[in-house]
């Protein structure tokens, strides 16, 4: 098969490479589609430690079934499926638990550490275990179906906290996933929604997803303004979106005594904390990874159109021109978002 291999930090080779066996409890899928993920672009300089080439990477993916384990009883050769990005065990403690997320054994697709090495679906075909797929919608195209990896990752997050109908929420950071979580605070009833960052076009699309407002943070005293926006006692809750310490600080400003604060953006490894101002304002911090078991939610949601994903979509492009757009996406190339390759080249 043809894959996109990230040979060294920084190169890509569009290459032959062997094309994988399905174990007994494995699918082989056909990839249609696969999305660029943030996490990729910020691996593909060694930068993060998870993509230690060689590693094809890719793990927001959509595909038909080529082949299934003889152990596999509910697919058949071609379905039309997407899969977790997380592999888990379904044995150790967390997984019995329903915490397949925390996996003690999770491995997560086109992910090397030092730990482990799994290919990923910048490929013609990527094997997965029958336990991680989904059946994708006949309404949800190929395309769609590649970002609902992402989509999870909003949903998952805004699920870990105490939202309640008509809570003022804060989203600190509006890119592609800070849009998402803006759309799934609104279907969760909140009733004001305030975007911050420092790109007024990105602030311009929060609005149009349903932000009521968006505040530049580099301009004038955010926080004040947040406080004046709700009463003077500031946000019920806030979303950091970025991970890193000027937006972890603001969102810790931005919420009221006995707030609370969603952590999903994670690109510094630390951020300092003001402890007293977090214990004194019995302030709760909300960390949380990747998504577990909200597929058939977003599925759902894109194949009624009630999560907007399409005008996020930059482009879709064939996996052969994959390394042109990582250097655009790497570059941080303005209004670039969301890209698709495909093994096939354009898809619907």
Request: proline share 5%; aromatic share 6%; net charge negative.
């Amino acid at each position: 098969m043809k894959a996109l291999v990230l040979t060294d930090y920084n190169q890509f080779v569009f290459q032959d490479f062997p094309t994988p066996t399905p174990g007994v409890d494995e699918v082989l899928v056909r990839v249609k589609t696969c999305g660029i993920c943030g996490s990729d672009v910020h691996g593909m300089d060694g930068s993060s430690g998870r993509r230690i080439p060689p590693i094809i990477m890719g793990h927001e993916a959509a595909g038909v079934i080529e082949a299934v384990g003889n152990q596999v009883e509910d697919w058949r050769v071609g379905d039309h499926v997407t899969f977790d990005s997380t592999i888990y065990c379904g044995k150790c403690t967390f997984c019995l638990k329903g915490l397949q997320n925390l996996c003690e054994n999770r491995r997560v697709l086109g992910v090397s550490t030092p730990d482990f090495r799994q290919h990923g679906a910048f490929a013609e075909f990527v094997v997965v275990p029958a336990r991680i797929l989904y059946r994708i919608p006949d309404e949800v195209s190929f395309v769609r179906a590649a970002m609902v990896e992402a989509v999870s990752i909003a949903f998952h997050g805004v699920g870990q906290t105490p939202v309640k109908i008509n809570d003022t929420a804060v989203v600190m950071g509006t890119g592609m996933i800070g849009l998402l979580v803006v759309q799934t605070l609104r279907l969760a009833g909140c009733g004001k929604i305030i975007a911050v960052d420092i790109d007024s076009n990105k602030l311009k699309k929060a609005v149009e997803y349903g932000a009521d407002i968006g505040l530049r943070s580099d301009q004038g005293d955010v926080i004040e303004e947040i406080r004046r926006l709700t009463g003077g006692i500031g946000a019920d809750l806030a979303y950091e979106v970025v991970g890193i310490p000027p937006t972890f600080r603001l969102a810790l400003q931005a919420v009221r005594k006995g707030g609370s604060v969603g952590l999903i953006g994670n690109l510094s490894p630390k951020v300092e904390m003001p402890l007293q101002a977090v214990v004194t304002r019995q302030i709760t911090l909300y960390g949380s990874c990747a998504s577990n078991g909200e597929y058939p939610a977003c599925l759902d949601m894109l194949a009624r159109e009630k999560i907007r994903v399409d005008d996020m979509i930059s482009a879709v492009a064939p996996l052969w021109e994959g390394k042109e757009w990582f250097d655009r996406l790497y570059a941080k190339e303005p209004g670039l978002m969301k890209v698709i390759l495909s093994p096939e080249g354009k898809v619907e």
